[in-house]
Structure formats: C-alpha cells, structure tokens
C-alpha cells in the first residue's frame, strides 16, 4: 500500500461524522425529540461509526467518530439556546439539563457510534488477517473486547425497543370508558394529549398544567383518578413537554398567544371529538394564564372556568417572592441566603437565575405542621406509564428549555389590566399555604373581575399544588361547586 493511502483512509473515515454531525445540528438542534428521530440517530450512529472504523482500521475510531461528530454537531447547533444546548453550569438545574439534554443524546447518538466504530475497525481487521496480516492483540485481551462491546451493542438494542415502545395509560373499568394518549393539531405543531373518563357521557373536562414545558399525565392519573367518574378529563401537554417536546420549535413562535391557541384548538378537539357544545377549562399555576385568555377570546366554547393556584402577573409574584424567601433563608439556611443575594432580585435571564428560589418554594411557604411537598411534580412522572422512554429521559430537558424561552415572554402579562371581564363562570381555588404574593395578586384581580359567577375556593392543608396535595378534597370541591353548583 502507498504512503499515501492511510492519511487518505482517515480522512475519508472523518467524513462520515462530520457530515452527520452537520445535519443533525441543523435538522434536531436539542437531540431527537420524535421516536422517529431517536430511532434514526440510533441507526445512523451504528452506520457511521461502522463506517468510520472500517476506514480507519483502527480502535481508535471508537473514539474519534464520537468526538468528532459531537463536536461538529455543538459547532452548527450554536444558535439554539435554552439550558440543554447552553453550556453546562453548576446547581441542579444545570446538572439536570446536562444528564437530560446532552446525557440522552450520547446514549441516543453517541453510543451507536461509538458500537459502530468497534465493529467496523474489527470487520477491517478481519478482512487484513485473511489477507496475511497477523492478529496486533492476544486471545485473552481480543476476547474480553468482543465480550465487552457484545453488551454495549445489546444495550444499543434494548434502547431502540424503549424508545420504539409507546407510552400507555391504564384502561378505565366499565365499558363504557375512554383511556388514550392521542395528539392534537395547533399551529402546525403536534400536542400530546391523554383522555380519560369513566364515562364518555359525562361532561368533557380539559386542563392545563403549570409549568412552561409542562406534562403532567402521571400525576393526573394517579392523584386525580376521582376526576373521572364525573368528567372525561383530557390532560394537554403544553410545548416542550412530553409528547409535545418536538412542538418547541420554532422557539420564535412560543408565546402566551400561541400557548392561548394551544388550548383553543385542544378545546375545539375535544368538542368535535365527543361532540360537546362546549367543554370545562381547568388550569394551574402558569397555564391559568393562557387559559384564561382563551375562556375571554372564546367563552362560547367553554361551559367555566377553574383557576387553581391562578397565576396573574408572574413577574410581581416573583419580586415579592424573592423577599420572602430572603427573609426565610437569613433565619434558616445561609447557603441560601447567599445564593439569592449573589442572582439579586427578579427579573433574570435564564431559569438559572430562579433556581434558587424556585427549589425552595417547598420549604419556605409549607403548611404549618406539615412536610415540604412537591406533590405532582416532574420527578414522579419518571415512573408513570404515561410516558415513552423517550420522553422520560427528555422530561426535565423538555422543562427547562421551555421555561428558558418561555418565561421571559409572560411573565409581564397581567390579568389585571387585559382581563376584567370573563363571560363564563369562573372558580377558583387556592391552597391555604399558597405563596402569599400570589395569593395577593389573585384576590386583587378577582376584586376587579366581572363574571356571571365567581367563587374563590380555600383547600386547608394545601400549597400550591391543591389538586395534587388533597386531591379528594378537590375532587369533591369540583362535584359540588362547578358541577353540580
């Protein structure tokens, strides 16, 4: 062989990973999203890195496929933003987008190519030992690398069937129920949603979650199966989050208008889909926002409105919420007390600058007598049915990526002065432990509000979280003062 032949090989060998790291930056900047894509990078991982060490005829393309396409692939994607794709910080939320984000693209990706390489080096090695070659390793040592590699390989495989397996919800008893994960069209993009309910008779019931990026199937599920029994509940994902973590993107469009036609078209769904004139909107926390735009835009689609834990202008909330949590931490915990003092008052530019505060909500403002609580909260989504492994292994990702972009973009919507009138009736209810300064903002903007009725509704023993943290409690609440007032 020439002297020039080798050089040759290895620069063909790094086509392979360069070219694919180039289209997987401009095609899925945040990793694959769609079962679809995870099952591609999975297979085109394995064919790349096959190809790259076949060519380069080395082990050390294990390696180098990898680097080399990561590496390219950070290069294109360097306009994406959100704490996935940004570069890896310190704290819990930065540790979480790290494992979520670039951890579930390396084992998506990054692994495959990594297997790929290892059999194409070996497949050239074998091919060079028929040609005379003698073997370069002993038996043992050649043995314990196939063994290992054999492993990764099947982890490769029992990867792709995870994320080739969908998600399920629990079938409801009767037959005359109704247990799906669907999707739902709005602006081009695909929401998940889960419909459930004992009876497709019963009146239709859509909610909202709370967080940007929100997904809160599992909890619904599992903490508010009471619901069922009186309404078909329909439980949307909100962009970002779950099945709807590819509806991210375009992050230009991800606003509390296009959040407003989110809910619009799950409504007009659920309308056209069991033939309802109108249906109930629940929401909560940051969704009540878009939802409570949506009841003013199109009260004829909604029967009322429920607010629980009402958002009204998130960025005064917060304001107030940093001083008390300073307050808090200046008696309670000085590591606290000088993270906050070192991000400094709200607003910020990235959900970085609310970790601290966002983390201790639970302990600052918990029930007198009772244990912090996160009832319902993203963690125990890992766990719930509802999800594919796809999106478990995105879910915190799909969170703070959307809260990132999302949440500069409401948090200076205030009810107060776009909404002082609702057609609909509209409920709200609220923990007794609920974040005062939020509490504060809903009792001043529900003085204001004019509807056909109102009720503001008081759960003992609960925060933020009321339907998660008492939810028989809310169930009846539900049955007795909106359905059946």
Request: hydrophobic fraction near 45%.
């Amino acid at each position: 062989m020439s002297l020039g032949g080798r050089p040759a090989r290895l620069v063909s060998a790094c086509l392979a990973p360069v070219g694919w790291g180039v289209a997987a930056g401009v095609v899925t900047p945040r990793g694959p999203l769609t079962p679809v894509a995870a099952l591609a990078a999975i297979g085109l991982g394995l064919a790349v890195g096959g190809v790259a060490g076949y060519l380069a005829r080395t082990r050390w393309a294990m390696l180098g496929a990898p680097v080399l396409f990561a590496v390219v692939f950070e290069l294109v994607r360097i306009g994406a933003t959100g704490p996935s794709v940004d570069l890896p910080r310190l704290g819990v939320f930065g540790v979480l987008a790290l494992v979520s984000g670039r951890g579930a693209h390396g084992l998506l990706g990054l692994l495959p190519m990594f297997v790929g390489a290892a059999y194409g080096a070996g497949l050239a090695r074998r091919s060079a030992r028929a040609d005379g070659a003698p073997p370069r390793e002993g038996r043992i040592r050649r043995y314990l690398g196939r063994t290992v590699i054999g492993l990764l390989a099947a982890v490769v495989v029992l990867l792709a069937a995870g994320v080739a397996a969908p998600a399920s919800t629990a079938p409801v008893a009767g037959g005359r129920g109704v247990a799906e994960l669907t999707t739902v069209e709005s602006g081009g993009r695909r929401l998940g949603l889960m419909i459930r309910g004992a009876d497709t008779s019963n009146p239709v019931l859509l909610f909202v979650p709370g967080a940007p990026g929100a997904s809160e199937r599992g909890a619904v599920r599992a903490r508010l199966s009471g619901l069922e029994r009186h309404f078909v509940v329909a439980t949307l994902d909100r962009r970002g989050g779950g099945a709807s973590q590819a509806a991210i993107e375009p992050t230009g469009t991800f606003t509390p208008e296009s959040e407003t036609a989110d809910a619009l078209a799950a409504a007009n769904h659920l309308r056209t889909r069991f033939r309802r004139d109108r249906v109930y909107l629940l929401a909560h926390s940051g969704g009540t926002l878009p939802a409570v735009l949506a009841v003013q835009r199109r009260p004829d689609l909604f029967h009322a409105y429920i607010g629980v834990g009402q958002a009204v202008n998130t960025g005064a909330a917060d304001r107030v919420q940093y001083t008390d949590t300073l307050a808090w931490a200046r008696k309670h915990d000085a590591a606290l007390d000088a993270a906050l003092r070192a991000a400094g008052p709200p607003p910020y530019d990235s959900i970085h600058g609310y970790e601290p505060m966002l983390l201790a909500e639970p302990r600052v403002y918990a029930p007198p007598g009772h244990e912090p609580t996160t009832q319902g909260g993203l963690d125990e989504s890992l766990a719930a049915p509802e999800y594919s492994l796809l999106e478990k292994m995105r879910l915190f990702a799909g969170f703070l990526d959307a809260y990132d972009v999302y949440y500069p973009r409401a948090r200076d919507v205030d009810l107060r002065q776009r909404v002082p009138r609702l057609a609909v009736p509209a409920y709200f209810v609220d923990g007794a432990a609920e974040v005062p300064a939020r509490l504060a903002l809903m009792e001043d903007w529900y003085g204001r509000l004019s509807a056909p009725v109102k009720r503001h509704l008081i759960l003992p023993g609960a925060g933020h979280r009321s339907m998660y943290d008492q939810p028989a409690a809310f169930v009846d609440t539900l049955v007795k003062h909106v359905l059946h007032p």
